[in-house]
């Protein structure tokens, strides 16, 4: 039995709908043994195939075979990450390079925190830094 790659990445749920998947195939974010994927190429049971989304290449190997989705609790059965540590790491990366600083759920700055934040992303506060630092070395 075989299942095309575009059916194959929708029931997966790697891609929210079917023509996602196969415009993901046709812009050759979908490889397997280093050869970009149509979305009417077949995927068998054993295959491995890698998935480039933003700087993270995921690493998949077909268990079973389903042109239905199926709920995200089954997808375990059907479909194996064996994504490798590295890329990983860079979605970790990814994740806290995000991070601003400003606590989850606090809302949008207020008219003082912004003020606050441009006058310390301003040239006049670094310079008032540098002048501190003049004065403490020369003691």
Excluded: H, W
Aim: overall charge neutral; proline content about 4%; aromatic content about 8%.
């Amino acid at each position: 039995m075989e299942t095309r790659v575009d059916k194959y990445l929708f029931a997966m749920r790697i891609y929210k709908t079917r023509s996602i998947a196969a415009d993901a195939c046709k812009k050759g974010r979908i490889t397997m043994r280093g050869v970009e994927l149509k979305p009417s190429r077949t995927f068998k049971i054993g295959d491995t195939f890698s998935v480039r989304k933003g700087p993270i290449t995921y690493t998949y190997q077909v268990l079973q075979l389903s042109e239905n989705r199926l709920g995200a609790r089954l997808v375990p059965e059907y479909l194996r990450d064996i994504t490798a540590p590295d890329q990983l790491e860079l979605l970790e990366l990814a994740r806290l390079a995000g991070a601003n600083g400003r606590d989850r759920g606090t809302g949008r700055p207020t008219k003082k925190d912004r003020r606050e934040i441009e006058l310390f992303m301003s040239d006049d506060y670094i310079d008032e830094i540098d002048d501190l630092d003049l004065d403490n070395d020369e003691e």
